[in-house]
């Protein structure tokens, strides 16, 4: 996948294990490179058209391993520091001794969310010691360790022309006026700032909504989307509206061994599908619901998904920023609010962690929701940018987002926590 957001970085880390020893920073720097050594896209320069990759000498490591880790001393946690760090050329490390805390931000055209998990499992496994899955630092072999793209590992179809009309039928639909969070009055004094604000529900909340989840045939993401979309029509005095739902979907599932696995970690394995829906506050949650689930399933299966991919992110590109819940009204400056589903962390981080965190920082006014379980807690993240939202709007739509949950599918949680 060719680069086209510069602004969006993703920040993964952990709080380690209150048994596992501090590394020093010698160990820091070695690991770092053993993860570069094979991982070796960690050091590719990103361009507007693609990567460029130079095999490196032992010298190039040691100065990439000085420029890219950042030891901090300063009390901040990983939270507050990844969300004050500035601009990233592709990938950096850092270590908190204070908090035994370990991160990583990583542009966001190097690698997905699932991906991340995978590579931050690596990075894990030889901070305590253990050796990398499957991987090969001999230099002969970097050339397969960048791998071969998501058109060639899924053998993707190239969409007829008729395929493409819903492409341009999205992209119309992209440029139109956007229902969102109204933004604050910008004022040229006010600094653009990520933010993140999430909200953890305790197991028997989680375990709740599972329940109830599966008793409607419905999963979070869609649950979520509709709730989304139910807050921001009361929000704007609506009944009804056209909204539309960009969802990315993973489909290293799918791909054949070892490209599904943490060996090729460092890649992006995504494709996107938009569906545009009508929808009405009179209609029932878990119906609505359970047509969006349909709508996205039939995504993963479609044989011009992954080629779609391309012409999709152009148009939305061309038309304007892709739209998570719209409709067509005209009025203040809106910004969307996007969702992304990234599942059970246990999945793919086996090594023992005391605290686990996800975030991306996105450079626009658009806000995302990111949902996960990880220690057998649901977790909802939403990373916004200050300039445009103010702590407090965003803590009512969280709060509005739940009340829909309790509406809808009789849910109310009773022992989440608000944190930074």
Known sequence: MAPNQKTLTITIGAVLDRCTKPPSSST??????????????????????????????????????????????????????ALSSSNLKNAELYFLPNHNEVFLRLRHELI??????????????LLQGKPLHE???KPENVINQ???????LACATIPEPESMLEVDRIAKDANAPTLGLMNRPQDIQIPMEYRRLEYSLNEA??????????ENQITITAASTVATSR???????????????????????????????PRFAVSNRITAKVGIFSFSLAENFSKTARAIKREYASWKSNKVNVAA???????????????????KIAGPDFSPI????????????????????????????????????????????????????EAETIKEFMEDFFAEFKQGLGFDPIGGIYTC
């Not at 909340?205 to 599966?214: S, Y």
């Not at 993973?250 to 070892?258: I, M, N, Q």
């Not at 991919?309 to 409709?327: F, S, W």
Request: glycine share 8%; net charge negative.
């Open 231 to 261: 807050v921001l029509l009361k929000h704007n005095g609506l009944e009804s509206g056209t909204f539309g739902e960009s969802l990315i979907v993973s489909l290293r599932d799918t791909l054949v061994y070892p490209y599904n696995g």
């Open 338 to 389: 996007g969702l992304s589903s990234l599942g059970i962390v246990e999945n793919y981080i086996s090594q023992p962690i005391d605290d686990f965190w996800f975030s991306v920082s996105i450079g626009g006014a658009q806000s995302t929701i990111y949902i996960y379980t990880v220690k057998d807690k649901l977790r909802f993240a939403i990373s916004y940018n200050s300039k445009f939202h």
């Open 146 to 152: 960048l791998g071969p793209s998501l058109m060639q």
């Open 205 to 214: 909340d989680t375990l709740k909504l599972l329940k109830i989840c599966k």
């Open 135 to 137: 991987s090969s630092n």
């Open 309 to 327: 991919i391309g012409p999709i992110t152009e148009a939305m590109l061309n038309a304007g920023q892709v739209n998570a819940t719209k409709t």
């Open 28 to 81: 820091i720097e070695a690991v770092w490179i053993a993860l570069r050594r094979a991982h070796p896209m960690l050091g590719s320069i990103i361009v507007d058209d693609g990567f460029i990759y130079t095999i490196p000498t032992s010298n190039d490591l040691q100065r990439w391993a000085e420029e890219t880790i950042y030891i901090d001393t300063s009390g901040k946690t990983g939270r507050d520091l």
């Open 112 to 125: 997905d969310g699932v991906g991340s998990f995978m590579l931050f499992n690596e990075l894990l496994r």
